[in-house]
């Protein structure tokens, strides 16, 4: 039952042709969810200025490129992700506004680079392997409307790069940490700012790092208080958390 | 807004004070669940003739009683699992009707006995020491209107005493059995019989056993087609399935 | 010692030539199973309009047609599950009356479309990642003779979808519910219906879903009662089990 | 070296009793901390109507109460986590101004209501079970000057209760979903809402839940895009990043 | 159906009044196993000279006492493993053969101290720490007719002890060998000696033994190809088949 | 030092050369290694018509070949484990005498065939899938001198499978079981006979067999007495201790 | 065999009484091991001025005090780790020298207060819960004869207090880190330092620290190159390496 | 503000240009790290005699050559671990001066071979799968300036190759000690020396294993107390303590 139906029951009640008890039967088993509008608001709400995101893995580069197309044709900014060389090469022969960023695998439209965060997302990592976990948090947080303050490989081995940026830290309004290994950096950087973290478990490691279960631990366990955990490798997660943030 | 409050608008409409669209919008932000009537049908055709359950384990005694006494207002039959004896001894005296079973812990108030599933379950274990787990399972499936034929002590490792008891267990509509340790006996069961078997891992066993792991992953690893399972010891859920089962 | 063998022996015993203490010898020393006929018939009845079952996986596409020939000539229909193209390639060309999906690598041999069971099926998907698993399922359940009822793509994050098809859920006789991730969807699902529920964890998610761990785990777990759960990505098991409840 | 200690410095440079390299040399040995102005002005800001934090595990109840009695000399606010009855008992004594939570363990002293939170954090929980945890981060949010909508008992297996309480998730301007077992309730509240999520795994459950780690594999897996996560039972970290976010 | 049911069928047969169909009709439904001799004669020669078991870990005192006493009707040896003070002394009142072994928890009852094993079995422990564990598994040995050569605290960080005790591990016709921590002694026994090894990792250690799981996995993969392995703790399946193997 | 050495060293005491002091110093810094005989006897011992093993993983074509050409010049039999098509077609040009078995991936020599085993060793396996497994342990224990009796694809599902073989396992003085998901076939058979039980976990399986972990705790937790176990897939080790116990 | 009676060997060889021949036949048969000086020396030399430990848990008051006694003949330093309160009363009662230090349940003999090491070792730990195990650190190293700089509570989440110390820190030898939940400092001092750091996860946290191991597997990732690693709570372990090092 | 902008800043204090409340005003928000020197000369002092090192996997063959050739300029010594025979074949085309050594993985650039630790490395690995990692630990002392004594394949098994080995392990004044499959060579070399030992686990192995946990549960288990350990494989960490160990 949409709209028009519920509006021609209620004609028929004000003609008469149906009285209110009958009315109300008929609505008890009209499932909720036909109604619809509220959740349309509701989502339009949500989804204003966001990008669209395709998670490419396990998507042949066709499908990727045709729900993409789909996608732009309301959104002018759409965000693909963990796309390989060959879906990339696919995409942007049929949508040239791709531009496509190997080290993270995003391809990302950006029509629309509307600043609407009110300040700035620090995304930091901690090594160079972690990189592209970083930029797939960056890229995503740039296309929801924010400012990306990027820093990049200040492992907590050499504290002294940690707090040579300690100012820029700071000046943040919220903060992505991506570190791998022991996934140590998110506690002090969270130390160091007020701001929340959003910490980034990343797979990069080797033997006991278990594909970042280490890090991941590690940062759940966090002896700083501001900290939070997204999914190991989920830059994604992160950034579209950290602009959520920066919006309120 | 309650089916009153709906009637009235419908009324309104009816009168000419309220128009369709105004109507309409009104619904639109009302939240579906004040309606109400269809879920509490529905939970009244799920329910019908099942037991209220309580699970005792981390409320205090008088709270289970107090819970107890109030359900048994609507509910000739109602499950308390995992209670202990000060519980129990607690139950008993403000409600005379308590059975306690101290094996398993359960307490029941079993005021209708008609029995509404369509054949037998069988309530099998594989050690003595499982039998906690079996009877809250035997329990449960009673409570619910079923007649239980309970087997115990039939484990792989004795496959004559398995054997003894094929008539029996090939008589039954759907069959729940339940192990520790290795939990290889629903495999076994589950070659012999064509109808459901509902595996309980339980957490009988030391060591490598971990609490019932070793269990739970031999059940979901079964080479008999025939098998699902639930958690460690979940003797409740797999009565209560198994009288989901019986009653189709 | 078949049943010619033991006729005989009764026969001599009859006719003098064996005493009844030398015939119980005998018996003693005879295994078991050679007797065999209640075992055959008790397969037969479990059978009866069951499709043969061939795990591709590990065998060469030779030895998966072979065996799917000899199947055939006692059984109208035979899956064949986790076959790549190269394997569905041969058998077709062997045997054409092959359909290959390659989604999730079933093969079937649907020659008898009898409807045995009783009501209909509910196959259910959290995403479309989850599709390969939700199909092999449904594959399974028609081959044994059901209506299945297939709900794609309403993951527990958009509530909506899920609620948009809450009639239709409620009208199978038994739901079976694919997700990966975090698994939540069998519980919201087990809170809808009053039917059994199987819950089929997928491999479907990256970095803490530790290959569909999570997904395990989360369905064990479940709050809803009527869950129970098959092995990660066993839509075959699922699939099999719902059958034989929508028999009874 | 404190800031008096660094301004003689720069006096006796000035009175030419230290040249330039002498002082830079003094200055090079001289830890960086003891300048501490920014350090502390940091903190200052940091802290600002941050309540004081006790971790009561592991301390006696003489040292618990010390600690107290020590924060309330600059702090208004100060709050105590899992604290006994028995410690509870001891610092009510010695600090009358303390209010003891048996449910959680929390003892605070709120001596400054303030609000000053710009919206209200949401703090839901699946079962009464996680009401524990939930209380936790509940008043870790009033102290640090928030208001709290607690909504409790609203698990996904009964989704209408969740749906019921939609318009007041949809009006906070950051949730804290506490859940044991499956943990699925950030997933389902996180699809509501279109503000940030902090997931709370508890340790509610049994067999398979392993403690919460169930609970926390699937929230780290939430197919929900603004949720994170905490470690296992951990109310105060959740309610702590809830206040840092509705200060923003 | 018993022998004499089974004789009076061939007498029937024999007499005229059962023809040999009927007969066979007869024995098709008849279940296997009450046929029994087999069966019992196979266990009576599988248990000659072998103790009766009773693990007392979740029984009573009184359960476990009848229970020996009715096992010692037939058996002069019985064991009664992991029983604590309380049971020893409920059981050596009621039955005063008993012997309680209050390093290992276990009873015994040893009627019957024939040697039936043809070598010595070596029964070898790392640590003092580890000598419950040996003990069980001594114990078990000595009730099942075999001579034990218990070497004691000969942990592979002081080599020179079990480079000493070599001759004594050479002359052993099988050894078990009981370790906590890493587990390690079996490899090298194992090196020594061209006899079959039984490791039986102990829960002796603390944080990264996990309770013996270390200890599993080092025997698991243990370099020597002579060694077979037991679950944690179990040394009464290591005395066990360590006897087995000696009466080979 | 060797015997020699250490003789000409008692020659110089005997003709006063060197004083006793002086030569138990001398002795006092010998590597007692360097005496070498009762090793080397003990060895000879040891490996009395055992064949020498390669472990051909991680190893080249031709380092496989030429440590199996040294190896033959004192061994009449040897055994390669895990060589794959290319390493097989290398030595066997290099070694005419090399059988390839590429189900397993053994090469052997098996120049000696005498039989030195005193019974049978019966090596069983639950599907077709673990045969690799079960034909690495019996090629071992052919090679070792023992007469293996091979039952295959008699896994619990299946049970009178089993039983129908019953006879032959009781007939075999020590049985290797093989098996993947569940593992549960050697607490089967090891009720069933009463001679040592070998089990070897393989990792054959999906999802929750987590490469045969399932199958390797369910045998570990085995409720037969007479079990024990090796690594995963190891068919290697477990031919080699049944052989152990088949010569004693 | 003693050293006497390999001379009492020499001299018979030297007075022709045995020839060569038999005295290496003698010598062919003699463990090596009673020949013993080099062990005796090397132990001795190994063991110069350190003290005797005895591991209490799991032993009885009165056997840690008598084995303590007898250590105490020959030792003047012994360490006792792990003792409760009672253990400590009952040794102090015994051996009046005795310092019992309740934080971490040492009690210490310390006889010889000799310095031996060459520098400083510095133990330092994250919090105050991690104590107890820094604590066992620093006595294990004081009784083998080195200076100790104790530093507390420099955790990682607030980095100032750590920079604070860092002339400290890099004057020390060695260093000894312990720290719990996250187990973030070993890598931010490998960092700061370029000496060995021997890192010590401990049990401290909750939830997803499970029990230290999030600590210890964040030290084994460390990606500071100076770090290494002991068992959860083994601050013995790390002061004894920590004083063999410092003697260097 | 680097040294020189400080000293001018002195300057204008001293010509009373600038008084000291503004110098002390702006030093406050100067950050710390751009002073430097302490940092500089302390890193010249760690690095003193180090080589550089490049972890080439994750990284293409022109970026770890240009990595290399900056590094070269500074420093003699250049170590690039984990690079494939690619990899190797660019960098050597490039800088000739590279040597490949294709077990470990390693590129090495040795152009200063002064000695500068105090005693030998023992490198030591059980079999000779594990002398990758042992490769690794040897070059990087090496490169570091210590002379090392690499003893290969002297696995627990065979104990007497340890044995034969034992005083070449003693001369050594730190000890590597590289181990797979069950990890035990660290427990007996440690118990074995006096000296520190570093354990290193590696991935050698299958099945339960699980890549090299074992070995590492193993290592952190040690009942020899002169054991640490450092991550799976994790050859050059080893290596790099060993060498700073060795210069003390």
Not at 162 to 167: D, I
Not at 176 to 203: D, H, K, N, W, Y
């Amino acid at each position: 039952m949409d709209q028009d139906q519920l509006r021609a029951l209620f004609e028929q009640v004000r003609r008469g042709e149906v009285d209110a008890d009958t009315a109300v039967g008929r609505l008890r088993h009209m499932p909720f969810e036909d109604l619809g509008f509220a959740k349309i608001d509701h989502h339009r709400g949500l989804r204003h200025g966001m990008p669209e995101v395709i998670f490419a893995k396990g998507k042949t580069p066709d499908q990727v490129s045709a729900i993409a197309e789909k996608l732009l044709e309301h959104s002018p900014n759409v965000l693909i992700t963990r796309a390989d060389a060959a879906c990339a090469a696919y995409v942007a022969q049929a949508l040239p506004a791709a531009e496509y960023m190997p080290l993270s695998g995003v391809i990302r439209f950006w029509g629309d680079r509307t600043v609407r965060g009110k300040g700035t997302i620090a995304v930091v990592c901690a090594g160079t392997s972690d990189m592209p976990v970083a930029e797939e948090a960056q890229v995503t947080a740039e296309l929801m409307g924010n400012e990306v303050d990027a820093i990049h490989d200040i492992g907590v081995a050499g504290i002294h790069r940690l707090m040579h940026n300690r100012e820029r830290l700071t000046q943040a309004r919220v903060c992505v940490v991506c570190a791998g290994m022991e996934g140590a950096l998110p506690s002090v950087v969270g130390g160091l700012v007020s701001c929340p973290v959003i910490a980034v478990p990343t797979s990069v490691g080797y033997g006991a790092s278990f594909n970042g279960l280490a890090a991941l631990l590690g940062m759940l366990n966090s002896c700083a208080s501001n900290v939070t955990v997204v999914n190991i490798d989920n830059g994604f997660g992160a950034g579209y958390v950290a602009s959520l943030i920066n919006r309120l």
